[in-house]
């Protein structure tokens, strides 16, 4: 349910601004995401494709990818998984030094709803809003690098790992973590 009024928002949003705005060109961007440790890792990226309403909004596709890998060091048995799908974002962009956005995307997850990885994938919801710095260069890239709040936070989604900020119980011990992840864009006008 909060996916359909997440997409319903961005799409009266896009209306009510496309009214404003002309079509000002596009732009294609990419994200890249890596770690690892001698447990495992990640690699991955995301593909987006935005059409840029005048000097600030720029709304368009999705497409991401990701591979998982793991190592049990004590049983020298290791593992892996991919993680794909697509989605739509928009952001707005401000003094060429901010910027806000939303990005929303299914994925398919090797995760069940309890976190548990499983046999059979299933669809993950992730609606991150968010925001940071923003800045062109030269009008050959833009680079946003921020931080994201998954607002639908799916047991099942892949971004679980990634989410580093801890919360505190009222006793001082951790009690899990927040569904935030920072992320850097390169956009490439075309």
């Known amino acids: 349910m909060k996916t359909i009024i997440a997409i319903s928002l961005l799409i009266i ?8 705005f002309e079509a000002n060109g596009s732009e294609i961007g990419i994200d890249l995401a890596f770690s690892a440790s001698k ?9 987006k494709y935005g059409i840029n309403f005048g000097e600030i909004l720029i709304i368009g596709p999705s497409l991401r990818y990701e591979r998982t890998w793991n190592k049990n060091n004590i049983t020298g048995t290791q ?5 794909f799908g ?18 929303i ?6 995760y069940t709803k309890y976190g548990q990885l499983s ?14 710095f923003s800045r062109e260069f030269n009008e050959v890239v833009r680079i946003n690098a921020g931080l994201y709040y998954d607002i639908i936070n799916a047991g099942n989604s892949p ?9 505190k119980g009222p006793n001082g011990v951790s009690n899990g973590y927040l569904p935030i992840i920072g ?6 006008p075309l």
Do not use: C
């Open 86 to 103: 697509g989605g739509v974002f928009a952001h707005a962009r401000f003094a060429n030094a901010l910027f806000i956005g939303a990005e």
């Open 39 to 47: 447990f495992g890792g990640n690699a991955g990226m995301g593909l």
């Open 159 to 167: 971004f679980r790992s990634s989410y580093f900020m801890q919360k």
């Open 105 to 110: 995307e299914m994925l398919r997850s090797p």
């Open 119 to 132: 046999f059979s994938n299933t669809w993950a919801p992730t609606l991150f809003l968010g925001g940071g």
């Open 79 to 83: 593992g892996g998984f991919n993680v």
């Open 13 to 20: 949003t896009h209306k009510s601004f496309a009214q404003d």
């Open 183 to 188: 992320r850097i864009a390169f956009f490439f």
